[in-house]
């Protein structure tokens, strides 16, 4: 890509971002390349990174675990759908994901949790995220009795509506009444240390990452 | 909080503050806070706040939504109760528990108001039917009921809803109960409006009632069941279990306040007997105080002393009847442990189970005896769980659930604790996960206020990892973390811990937030402001500030500069604990120092100007502790702070910050100039005023003042005119150390006016200063003797008066037998003045003064040399006591007084010396032992006394060494 064209996109797109300023979005923008790398650009195709290369920066720089959410974070990422997280899109999550504001955050979790999209956290879903969450132990007849249990505290705490599933108003104010709550159904963010690790790593010389 | 509105800091999930006090409405959203605030409020407010509740007549149903509420109204409880017994409904069976408890609720909230109006009891006839009734719905044969039977033991219902016998009603009793649950045989019980107990049962003839006391009291019947039988506890939780979670939720939270409100009230009231003794518990204080005094010396007043051991007795029998109330629960404290328990401070009362005073006279773990446990210690044990068992997402889920519960309750304390969910906190700490970490100690920080669960959080080593946790990059773990330490570290062995670990250094780093001040944002959501971290940091400097190595060690970190940079900001919950911090670590001698180079008390006084009680009261404290020094003094004077804190001394309702600023104004007193402020501003009067009804703490401080302020000719005409003498003889008979110190140091400076003197006498001054002679303290002692001096001085037949205490003198020459210093030189003092009187030097002669004043001779305190010598001179004045002190040595050590530095040591020796040369082989002692030098360069002295003393004395040598000689040449 030439300089020229470069600095227009990092223009464009420092524009468009309140959280980085224009040498940050420039770090993330070469980052970005030299993620996907040169090549599929020159092929016309759509630049981007896929769901498998995306979940495997997420593995390994944010370090999260579990797939279900890795899956959840990458469509929260590409919000055209397209099955590829482009450039542009690749500064407004990081925007988010990095140095959003509460509200930011908040919206963006409940985007990851609801898995289906319609606007609530039903029961289901919550049991689905939460199922690995406790050791499961031979001793117990039913190893889904504490997950249900967990689920119903959950609620109990969370659904303000008593209408047996998490609305986006429920969720906001529980997280409100309590910060903890925000990644109530697991780690949807990166947590502070890799944070910064990141973060002090990219703005200083993002050529190296690669080599993480 | 402003000038007419009051919000509490509590705000309710809507963020509306749960109380909102806007003259003249409150508005009240919890009963926590209700609780709390009829605490607070005195008797006149507690009248509003009870109006307010009785407007509000179904807050249950407010509480618990709109559904219940159309539900309660329209359906009577009692029809649901034959519903119930009928069908197997389950709904309905919740439905009916709710109804019944919204009544239980709405009659605990009747008879609440009716206790205020007419003084009733807790338990009354109509309450005890009520839950009587509902038992008996409940009772049968079957399995699932709470009780086999149920009844009344006489038929006969009293106008006044009683049943039992009118010469039992006078006892506060309400009725006789047979009951037969399940599993134990028939009990027969009294409910009384005390509370319900086992009493003898039914004798076997004629079916009389046996109306001992039996067992324990319970504060009601079905409390006292679920005691006594497995079962009926069993079958009354079952159904409890049934409750929708919210119901579960909120039935602890309405229960305690009651419980805390019962307390008071029932105290005062319980019929008219009741009355008496709060009258004669008064009079039991005072008896208590001449008890002391009476063996001491039998003295002219037995008039008087048979007054007491009649009031006395009194309150003995009294005694009896209160003892077997002390078994019952914490509603049984003493009435003085309940006025001081409200001017305790807010957070105390507020961990509403256990009262401290509780604490103390119960084993630790009444928990597992008791069989009965609350719902929540099963689901904390489950939360407990699934911290263990979880990964952090459910940890974090388990952690704000377990948030919910009301952790300021005591049982919750517990449970956490007994399911060994500590341990699981504490290892929390060690993770990486900060948000495990702050949910861990969110809730660590709460718990942490009971003094069982520091103790094992220390126990458990909890302290380490979180002096480890305050280096963390998160500001707001840091701030948990200082909190939850500054909650622990309230025993020495917790700031021992926080001490070794190094955690004093950490925390005072804390309090240097300007420098961090300079970092970018990062990781907005775990961080808190700056100045929150230093304010958490200073708290528990503030706890740990308690001990001496801690202040230390507080200093040596460089605390001082940095609190001083603090205490310039203006955020009060800030400065509270900043000032706290100091003054507390005021105390040593380097901090008073580093204070003043700091320049920090100008800034005590500027915040001795602010609204905040809290603060104004630990100002005052820190510039007590500080006001030790003269430069300090008169830097608060500079400041502006003396106007201030007479114009604190009007508040008198909060009796903590009257002590702290009478104790700033006790010590300010002590300069002149001060002094003289205070006249100005009025002080002097106000704290006259204070004499009475005001507790010791302060009553030591007002009299500490009012001592140092009638050094001055003006103040004690003030004094005498404000009637201020009658309050402080009064107090006389106290038995507080401190107290009578100051005191007997007032009355002292106030007998230096005749005038003052003549009220003294008149009020029996002079022998209560003489009968604490006998205190065992010896501060009280040397403090009485000083006093007397002047009172013997100034009264006009002084000899008389000391003659007409019996065996008086015999004492004061016998505490001439004391070690210590202070003792010794007032007692000699008191001497001097009594041997003014040839009677009475005859009597203390008798009573061999002359050998006790010879023995103290070898001396080099300067206070005591001047006193004894003065002592001597006018002891020389009886028969031949010249003689004997020369006899006992005491002539040598004397003439040795004259090479002190001190002129009044000079002055009094030199007339020692004169009275002693009238004796021949005096003379030739004091000659020998170089005296005549000496002396000769004091007849050079200014002092006229000195001169004249010791030219006599010289006069008297020269005249026998020339009798001598012109002997010789007979």
């Given at each position: 890509m030439n300089r020229k064209k470069l600095q227009k996109l990092t223009d464009t797109l420092t524009k468009n971002c309140k959280h980085f300023n224009k040498f940050e979005v420039q770090c993330l923008i070469n980052l970005f390349y030299n993620l996907v790398g040169d090549v599929t650009e020159r092929q016309g195709m759509v630049t981007g990174l896929d769901r498998n290369a995306f979940r495997n920066i997420l593995h390994m720089t944010f370090g999260m675990t579990d797939d279900m959410i890795m899956d959840r974070v990458f469509r929260g990422f590409d919000k055209d759908n397209d099955g590829c997280v482009n450039v542009s899109e690749w500064i407004s999550g990081l925007s988010v994901f990095l140095r959003g504001t509460l509200e930011e955050k908040m919206k963006y979790c409940f985007e990851v949790f609801d898995l289906n999209g319609d606007g609530f956290i039903s029961k289901e879903e919550m049991f689905h995220m939460l199922k690995n969450s406790l050791l499961k132990q031979p001793s117990e007849e039913d190893p889904d009795e504490g997950i249900k249990d967990l689920v119903e505290i959950t609620l109990k705490k969370m659904d303000h509506d008593h209408d047996g599933k998490l609305s986006f108003s429920d969720y906001e104010q529980a997280v409100r009444e309590e910060t903890l709550l925000l990644e109530a159904f697991g780690p949807c963010l990166p947590d502070p240390k890799s944070e910064m690790e990141f973060e002090a790593q990219v703005f200083k010389d993002p050529n190296e990452f690669n080599d993480i | 909080m402003s000038e007419t509105t009051v919000k509490s800091e509590e705000v309710d999930e809507n963020g509306q503050p749960l109380l909102f006090l806007s003259v003249p409405h409150i508005k009240i959203r919890n009963f926590g806070q209700l609780s709390r605030f009829l605490l607070i409020a005195k008797d006149t407010k507690l009248k509003e706040a009870q109006a307010c509740v009785e407007a509000n007549r179904d807050p249950v149903a407010k509480i618990l939504g709109l559904d219940y509420n159309t539900m309660k109204e329209d359906t009577s409880t009692v029809n649901i109760l034959e519903e119930v017994t009928k069908g197997e409904d389950s709904e309905n069976e919740i439905k009916m528990k709710i109804a019944r408890l919204l009544s239980q609720l709405d009659l605990h909230l009747l008879n609440h108001s009716l206790k205020h109006i007419s003084l009733e009891i807790s338990l009354n006839p109509t309450s005890v039917k009520n839950d009587i009734e509902m038992l008996k719905n409940f009772s049968g044969k079957g399995e699932q009921t709470v009780l086999e039977s149920i009844s009344y033991t006489s038929d006969y219902e009293f106008s006044n809803g009683c049943r039992a016998p009118p010469w039992r009603q006078i006892h506060g009793e309400i009725c006789y109960v047979l009951v037969k649950p399940h599993d134990v045989e028939t009990l027969c019980i009294t409910c009384s409006a005390e509370g319900v107990f086992l009493n003898g049962g039914k004798t076997d003839n004629e079916g009389e009632i046996n109306y001992e006391r039996k067992g324990e009291i319970y504060k009601d019947l079905v409390t006292f069941l679920k005691e006594k039988s497995a079962k009926f506890s069993e079958n009354m939780s079952k159904q409890e279990k049934r409750f929708s979670n919210k119901k579960e939720k909120k039935e602890p939270t309405n229960e305690p306040p009651e419980k805390e409100e019962a307390a008071p009230v029932q105290k005062a009231i319980t019929g008219s007997g009741k009355r008496t003794l709060e009258k004669n518990q008064i009079n039991f204080g005072k008896s208590q105080m001449t008890k002391r005094l009476e063996p001491s010396l039998s003295w002219k007043a037995t008039v008087r002393f048979k007054e007491y051991r009649s009031l006395l007795r009194d309150p003995q029998e009294e005694k009896h009847r209160r003892r077997p109330e002390r078994s019952g629960p914490s509603v049984k404290l003493g009435r003085a442990q309940l006025v001081r328990k409200s001017t305790e401070k807010i957070e105390e009362i507020v961990s509403e189970s256990s009262s401290e005073s509780e604490e103390d006279e119960e084993?630790?773990?009444?928990q597992e005896a008791n069989a009965d446990l609350p719902s929540e210690y099963w689901q904390i044990q489950k939360l407990v769980k699934y911290l263990k068992g979880g990964n952090q997402t459910a940890t974090v889920i388990a952690l704000c659930s377990m948030k919910d519960f009301n952790l300021a309750q005591e049982t919750c304390q517990l449970a956490i604790r007994d399911v060994g969910g500590l341990e699981v906190l504490i290892n929390l700490l060690d993770t990486d996960e900060v948000k495990c970490k702050i949910g861990s100690l969110k809730i660590l920080k709460e718990i942490s206020h009971n003094p069982q669960i520091r103790r094992n959080i220390v126990d458990l080593g909890g302290l380490p990892v979180m002096v480890n946790t305050l280096d963390s990059p998160h500001k707001s773990l840091k701030c948990l973390a200082a909190e939850t330490i500054a909650n622990v570290a309230k025993f020495r062995r917790a700031r021992q811990a926080v001490r070794r670990y190094g955690g004093i250094t950490k925390l005072v780093a804390l309090l240097d937030c300007g420098k961090s001040s300079a970092e970018p944002a990062q990781s907005s959501l775990y961080d808190a402001r700056d100045v929150e971290v230093a304010r958490c940091g200073a708290l528990a400097l503030w706890s740990c500030s308690k001990s001496y190595t801690n202040k230390e060690a507080i200093r040596k970190a460089g605390g001082i500069p940095l609190l001083a940079r603090l205490l310039k900001t203006s955020h009060e919950n800030m400065l509270i604990p900043v000032v706290g911090t100091l003054q507390e670590c005021a105390s040593e001698e380097n901090y008073r120092a580093a204070i003043k180079a700091e320049r920090i008390i100008e800034n005590l006084v500027k915040n001795l100007n602010s609204e905040n009680e809290q603060l104004q009261e630990h100002c005052a404290m820190a510039i007590y502790q500080c006001a030790e020094d003269k430069e300090t003094r008169d830097l608060v004077r500079l400041h502006g702070g003396l106007k201030r804190l007479a114009s604190l001394l009007d508040n008198t309702d909060n009796k903590e910050r009257l002590a702290a600023v009478t104790g700033a104004i006790w010590k300010c007193s002590i300069s002149k100039e001060n002094v003289t402020k205070f006249r100005e501003y009025k002080a002097i009067e106000t704290l006259v005023g204070l004499l009475t009804d005001q507790p010791e703490e302060v009553l030591v401080n007002v009299v500490g003042a009012l001592g140092e302020c009638c050094q001055d000719y003006e103040n004690r005409v003030l004094v005498r005119k404000c009637g201020g003498i009658p309050p402080l003889v009064n107090l006389l008979v106290g038995v507080n150390q401190a107290l009578l110190v100051n005191v007997t140091k007032a009355v002292g400076a106030c007998a230096v006016e005749p005038e003052s003197m003549m009220i003294i006498d008149r009020l029996d001054g002079v022998r209560l200063l003489w009968s604490l002679l006998k205190n065992p303290h010896p501060e009280v002692k040397a403090s009485a003797a000083w006093a007397l001096c002047p009172c013997i001085q100034n009264t006009k037949d002084a000899g008389e008066m000391v003659r007409s205490f019996v065996g008086g003198l015999e004492l004061v020459v016998n505490l001439l037998k004391s070690d210590n210093k202070e003792v010794l030189a007032s007692v000699c003092a008191a001497i001097t003045n009594i041997a003014k009187d040839q009677e009475n030097l005859a009597v203390i002669t008798d009573r061999g003064v002359v050998p006790l004043l010879s023995k103290l001779a070898n001396t080099n305190n300067d206070k005591l040399r001047r006193h004894l010598a003065e002592a001597i001179s006018h002891c020389c004045m009886w028969g031949r006591n010249r003689v004997a002190f020369g006899e006992y040595k005491a002539v040598a050590p004397l003439v040795h007084y004259l090479k002190s530095d001190d002129p009044n040591v000079h002055r009094a020796t030199a007339q020692a010396l004169y009275q002693l040369s009238e004796d021949a082989d005096n003379c030739v002692t004091i000659h020998e032992n170089g005296a005549v030098k000496l002396l000769l360069d004091m007849v050079g002295s200014t002092d006229q006394d000195l001169q004249e003393a010791a030219a006599g004395c010289i006069s008297n040598i020269r005249r026998l060494a020339l009798a001598t000689e012109k002997a010789r040449y007979i």
């Open positions: - | 084993p630790l773990d009444r």
